[in-house]
């Protein structure tokens, strides 16, 4: 049988990379420890972990049951929120898990909104740099729901929210653009480009290949909110969520020809509680994936 300690110690193990620094960890004996991990396997049916003189390994089958184990200890934690929330032993949490993007342009106006109606529950965010990353967290159970990109094969129960749409953003001492722009015409600019690893690379990369070139790079960021200010800056043309913008941007806007989207979600793994659909709930009433300021300047540019 096996218990949910003794996943717990197979998680810490992975994560400390040693039984010795595990077993200082957990509060438990190096050979309690040896003697949890090996009663889990054989409970599995073989090896989990390969013992290295200086560090542990992953077997194949250790790789196969870490996100599993992950995410019921996710499960029993949320579980023992939940019931200590419904004693009124303390405040409830709601973990939402994200992409860097979304974070900057589209929750913020949806946690404003979340901090009004219920200031007794916190929201712990989770971010990451791309829409796989977030994808395979929210499989380990990292949190209650995650919030971007619609991932590939997703099983679980998926929101639509709307289709997040890209600008282009030129420096304002540019000649003003048309309203239009076909990114053929920037094939030779230097781009504002986005670090490896960040999602927003291959949406920037895909979309000129689809414009038939190769986006010759001028900087890469690791920050996403820098890139327009780059682009403000005059470094070279950034192709950048609308959302993302702020109100005071000197910045010239103007949309990409052929246009570049991408479908935002919210996604559980399975049917939410009642906590996370009041959140999904407010997510849908309160996205914003064009905002106000920013389709006044491309309507005032057609």
Sequence with gaps: MTTLRQLEYLVTVVAEGSFTRAAELLHVTQPALSHQIRALEHAVGGPLLERLPRSVRLTPMGRAMLPHAQAALADAERARCAARQAGGLEAGELEVATVYSVTLGVLPPVLRAWRRRHPEIQVRLHEHRHTAELAEAMLAGEADLAVGPVPDQWTGPIRELGVEEFVVVLPATSPPPASRLALSELAGAGWVHYAPGN???????????????????????????????????????ALVPANLL???????????????????????RSRPDALTAAFADLLAETICVLPDHVRARLDQAS
């Design 199 to 237: 999602g927003l690379a291959e949406v920037l990369d895909a979309a000129c290949a689809q414009a038939g070139f190769q986006p010759r790079v001028a900087i890469r960021t690791e920050q996403t909110a820098a890139a327009p200010l780059l682009a403000e800056a005059g470094i070279g043309p």
């Design 246 to 268: 702020p109100p005071q941007f000197d910045g010239h806007v103007v949309r990409p020809d052929p246009p570049v989207t991408r479908r935002l979600a919210a996604y559980t």
